[in-house]
C-alpha cells in the first residue's frame, strides 16, 4: 500500500512505516521512552530526509507524551513552576536549534551533523544501558536484590547563584543550571527530533536533585511543550513537518506501546533492557558505517524550497 | 483507457484538426500533437504517470517533395530550479559534504524521445542550438569555477537526475505508426515536482529541421495533498499548529483507552 507524502515529496509503503512507528511504539511502552531517538533513525534508513526525519519525529514525541503527562498532572505529579522554568530554557535551545538547523542545511551539513549527534548519544545511552542491564541480571543471578542508588546531598549546582524556591519539589537551588539543562534538551530536540527524557530525567536525579515522584510528570511536562514549540518553530523556519507520515507514525506508535506496556507485565525488564540497549547501539553502528564507508555516490542535490532536500 | 481506445480517440482528434484545415504555411511541413492528459494530478496514491502524445505530420499539396523519411524528437521540460550539486569528501575519517556548485535554471525534469539516436537525427550544432539531449544542455554554474570541476559536477547532476528517473533519453522512444503520425509515451516518476511542464517537439528531415511545435502540461497536488502542502507553505504556522493538535488528540486518545484497559 503506496502513499504519497506531501512534504517530504515521496511515495512510500504506509506499512513499512506503520510496521516501525508500531516497533518502535511497543519498544517504548515496554520501557517508558517516547521513542523519538529510535524512530528518526529508522525514518532516515527509509530514505526520508534527514530534515524531515527530525521535525515530524519532533510532532511524534508531542504524542508519545501527553497521555503520560496529563497522568501525572491529575496525579499532582508535576512541579509547575519547575517545569515553566525548564520550558523557558527548552524554548530558547529549540529556538537557537531551529536556526541552526536551518545554517546547516543551507551549507550542507545538515544530514551529516544529525548523523553525528546520534551517533554520540545512541553510543552513550546504549553502552550505559548494556553496562546498567548486565549488572543488574548479575546481581539478581548472585542472589541480591538490585540497589537503587540515591542522589548525593549535594552537588557542584548548590554553589551557583541565582537560587530560587520550588515548592513542589521542595528544592532551594539556583536557576543556572535549571535553564541550562533546558536548554540543551531544547536544543537537543530541534537537531534530532527527540523528546530527550533520556537526558532530562537521569540530570533532574543526579544534578537537580528533584524528588522522584515528580521527576517523570515535569520531564515529560517540559518535553510536550517543547517538542510541540519545535513542531511549530520546524514548520515555519524549515517547511520540514510532514503531517501525514507524523500521523502514521503517531497512530502505529501509541498503539504500539499499548501492546508494549502488556508486554512488560509479562517480560523480565532486565534482559529487555538489555536487548534494547544493543538495539541501540546496532543502530547507532549503522549510522556509523553510513558515516566513514566511501560513499557510493560522492555527489548529491539540493533544492532549498519546502522539504525538497534530495 | 485504453491504447487502443486512446489512440482511436486521438487520430480522430488529428483527423478532424488536419481536414478542418490548421493554418500552414506553403511548401513546408507542420506538426499537429495532442496529449492524453493536460493536467497530471498528484493524488495521495500517486505513483507517478504516463502520458500518451499522438501527432502527425501535416503536409499540403505545395509541400516540396523530399527524400528520406521523417525524424521526430520530443523534449520534455519540467519547471526550472537552481539546484546546489554538493560533493563529499573526506574529513576527519567521515565523508562530509565539501564543495558545492550551483547551477542556474535546469529544469527539474528533461526528457528527451525519438525515433533513433540523436547522432542519426541531425548534427551537433543543431542538436545544441535547440538544447536536444542530456550532452547538449547547457548547465551554468552561478560563480565563476574551473571548467574542469563544472564539468565534473554537470555530469554529476546529469546522472543522479537520471537515476532518480528525473531525467531521461529514449532514443526509440517515438513510434512512427505510419510515414506521417507518431505516438511516445512521457513517463513521469512520482518525485516530480509540481508546475508546468512544456513539450517541444522537432521535426526533422535529413539533418534540417522541418518544422516544430509545442504543448503544455500540468502537474498538480490536488486533494488533500493539495491541502497539506500549500497549507504549509502558506500558513506554516497554522499548520504547525494543526500538527500539534493532531498530536495532542491521539496522545490523548491512547491515554483514555490505557487507563481503560
Redesign the interface.
Known amino acids: 500500500m503506496?502513499?504519497?507524502l506531501?512534504?517530504a515529496?515521496?511515495?512510500v509503503n504506509a506499512l513499512t512505516i506503520f510496521g516501525m512507528g508500531a516497533a518502535v511504539g511497543v519498544l517504548a511502552g515496554m520501557f517508558g521512552i517516547g521513542g523519538g531517538f529510535l524512530i528518526t533513525p529508522l525514518l532516515i534508513f527509509n530514505g526520508i530526509t534527514p530534515a524531515v526525519a527530525v521535525a515530524t519525529g519532533a510532532?511524534?514525541v508531542?504524542?508519545?507524551?501527553?497521555?503520560?503527562m496529563?497522568?501525572h498532572w491529575r496525579r499532582d505529579a508535576v512541579d509547575r513552576q519547575l517545569g515553566g522554568m525548564l520550558l523557558a530554557g527548552g524554548m530558547a535551545g529549540a529556538l537557537v536549534g531551529v536556526f541552526i538547523f536551518r545554517l546547516l542545511r543551507e551549507a550542507?551539513?545538515l544530514?551529516?551533523v544529525i548523523e553525528?549527534f546520534y551517533v554520540v548519544f545512541l553510543s552513550i545511552i546504549g553502552s550505559l544501558m548494556l553496562i546498567e542491564s548486565i549488572k543488574t541480571i548479575l546481581k539478581r543471578r548472585r542472589g541480591r536484590a538490585p540497589s537503587t542508588r540515591r542522589p548525593g546531598q549535594h552537588s557542584w549546582a548548590d554553589r551557583l547563584p541565582g537560587r530560587v524556591r520550588f515548592k513542589r519539589s521542595k528544592l532551594y537551588i539556583s536557576v543556572i543550571p535549571v535553564l541550562a539543562l533546558g536548554f540543551a534538551v531544547g536544543f537537543l530536540a530541534a537537531i534530532m527530533g527527540v523528546g530527550g527524557g533520556f537526558i532530562m530525567v537521569p540530570a533532574m536525579i543526579y544534578l537537580l536533585r528533584v524528588p522522584t515522584n515528580v521527576v517523570i510528570g515535569t520531564s515529560l511536562f517540559q518535553i510536550v511543550f517543547v517538542a510541540?514549540f519545535t513542531?511549530?518553530?520546524?514548520?515555519?523556519a524549515n517547511?520540514t513537518?510532514d503531517?501525514?507520515l507524523?500521523?502514521l507514525l503517531?497512530?502505529a506508535s501509541?498503539?504500539g506501546?499499548?501492546v508494549g506496556?502488556?508486554a512488560a507485565q509479562r517480560l523480565k525488564a532486565d534482559e529487555l533492557r538489555a536487548l534494547l540497549a544493543l538495539l541501540v547501539l546496532a543502530v547507532s553502528v549503522r549510522l556509523v558505517i553510513r558515516?566513514?564507508?566511501?560513499?557510493e555516490?560522492?555527489?548529491?542535490?539540493?533544492?532549498?524550497?519546502?522539504g525538497?532536500v534530495? | 483507457m485504453s491504447m487502443v481506445r486512446r489512440f482511436v480517440m486521438f487520430a480522430g482528434l488529428i483527423f478532424a484538426m488536419v481536414s478542418l484545415g490548421v493554418p500552414q504555411s506553403a511548401r513546408a511541413e507542420t506538426l499537429i500533437a495532442a496529449l492524453s492528459e493536460e493536467t497530471v494530478f498528484?493524488?495521495?496514491?500517486?505513483?507517478g504517470a504516463s502520458l500518451t502524445l499522438f501527432g502527425s505530420v501535416g503536409r499540403d499539396a505545395a509541400t516540396v517533395a523530399r527524400p528520406g523519411s521523417y525524424d521526430l524528437v520530443v523534449v520534455v521540460r519540467g519547471p526550472e530550479?537552481?539546484?546546489?550539486?554538493?560533493?563529499?569528501?573526506r574529513v576527519g575519517?567521515?565523508?562530509?559534504?565539501a564543495d558545492?556548485v550551483r547551477f542556474r535554471s535546469v529544469p527539474?525534469y528533461y526528457a528527451v524521445q525519438s525515433n533513433r539516436a540523436l547522432s542519426l537525427i541531425a548534427e551537433p550544432p543543431s542538436l545544441r542550438r535547440y538544447g536536444i539531449g542530456l550532452t547538449n544542455l547547457e548547465f551554468q554554474p552561478d560563480a565563476e569555477i574551473l571548467e574542469a570541476e563544472r564539468l565534473a559536477?554537470a555530469t554529476?547532476?546529469v546522472?543522479?537526475?537520471l537515476s532518480?528517473g528525473l531525467f531521461s533519453e529514449a532514443p526509440s522512444g517515438v513510434d512512427f505508426l505510419t510515414e506521417h503520425v507518431f505516438s511516445t509515451r512521457i513517463d513521469l516518476p512520482?518525485?516530480i515536482?509540481t508546475g508546468a511542464y512544456r513539450i517541444e517537439l522537432y521535426l526533422f528531415r535529413g539533418g534540417a529541421l522541418l518544422a516544430r511545435e509545442s504543448l503544455l502540461f500540468g502537474v498538480r497536488?490536488v486533494g488533500?495533498?493539495?491541502f497539506?502542502?500549500n497549507a504549509?507553505?502558506n500558513q506554516?504556522?497554522f499548520?504547525?499548529?494543526?500538527?500539534?493538535a493532531?498530536?495532542?488528540l491521539?496522545?490523548?486518545?491512547?491515554?483514555l483507552?490505557?487507563?481503560q484497559?
Open positions: 503506496d502513499i504519497y506531501p512534504i515529496e515521496i511515495t510532532n511524534q508531542v504524542a508519545a507524551s501527553v497521555s503520560g496529563i497522568a550542507g551539513y544530514d551529516a553525528l510541540a513542531t511549530v518553530m520546524h514548520a515555519i517547511g513537518v503531517v501525514v507524523a500521523a503517531m497512530v501509541v498503539l506501546a499499548q506496556v502488556q558515516l566513514v564507508s566511501v560513499p555516490e560522492a555527489f548529491s542535490i539540493t533544492a532549498l524550497a519546502g525538497l534530495a | 498528484i493524488e495521495s496514491n500517486f505513483a530550479e537552481w539546484p546546489v550539486v554538493r560533493r563529499k569528501d575519517g567521515i565523508w562530509l559534504n558545492a527539474t559536477f554529476a547532476l546522472r543522479l537526475r532518480d512520482s518525485n515536482r497536488k488533500f495533498e493539495a497539506i502542502f504549509s507553505v506554516p504556522l499548520y504547525g499548529a494543526a500538527s500539534i493532531l498530536a495532542v491521539l496522545g490523548w486518545i491512547a491515554g483507552m490505557f487507563r484497559s
